[in-house]
């Protein structure tokens, strides 16, 4: 968890100094730009812009306050999918490997060496082998019960945090849109002040008020790739544990008599 927060406090001091300095970049570039493409015209300008240039106007326009939150939401939840996909990648262990060395070591070495070969690999399967032959001196019913209860545990560590992914799927595109009616709303507003229907007045507040929701799904869908992929992942490794638990069960089995 320390490591985790290590990394948003990171990701977050970058995120802040990226936009406050493509927000003075483009302040600077945009009285420039003035200047000196006075007399040209705005098709030649736009055709010179590359996409990065565009992306980053388009969210300054968007207005610091809610594209900001947007941003956060992408920073961390992205810290937190990294996170999860390093951990999940970790946790992947090779289980038919590991249970042709646990079968290995019952014949050859009994419980004790079956262990050890567990203490020595590492992955949720391995840590549940080894609970399971903890417990098979007893009898198959009290191996089963741990594997069953270790194996709980271990599925709560493979989603831990996930669901603050979910979260900022749904927070992003929520945020976006209530920049989309905050800008609709200031748009009225221009609109009742100068008493009548002015294209011009209402102009920028619409503008804002679609980018922001365009950035909102922008991040939920970024942010959602990564979350189907974690959950795959999750749902490979659990499969993978109950296939194993049931084969150590056989073998554990195999082994009493």
Partial sequence: MKRLFSILAIACIMAFGTVNASTNAY???????????????????????????????RFIEGGPFFMGIV????????????????????????SKKLTQNVEDALNSGGIEAAKEVCRNTKGPVASIFYQGLDRADEDIDAAEKAVVAYGGVQMGQL???????SLFIALAPMLGFMGTVLGMIDAFDKIQSAGDMNPSLVAGGIKIALLTTVFGLIVAIILQIFYNYIIAKIDSIVNDMEDASITLMDLLVRHKK
């Fill in 27 to 57: 302040t600077v570039e945009a009285a420039t730009t003035a200047v000196t493409t006075s007399f040209q015209n705005e098709p030649a300008e736009d055709a010179e812009k590359s996409f990065t240039q565009i992306v980053k106007e």
């Fill in 71 to 94: 941003l956060l939401c992408l920073i961390l939840g992205l810290a937190i999918a990294i996170e999860r996909i390093i951990y999940l990648n970790l946790a992947t262990t090779n």
């Fill in 159 to 165: 989603e831990k945090n996930v669901s603050w992914i």
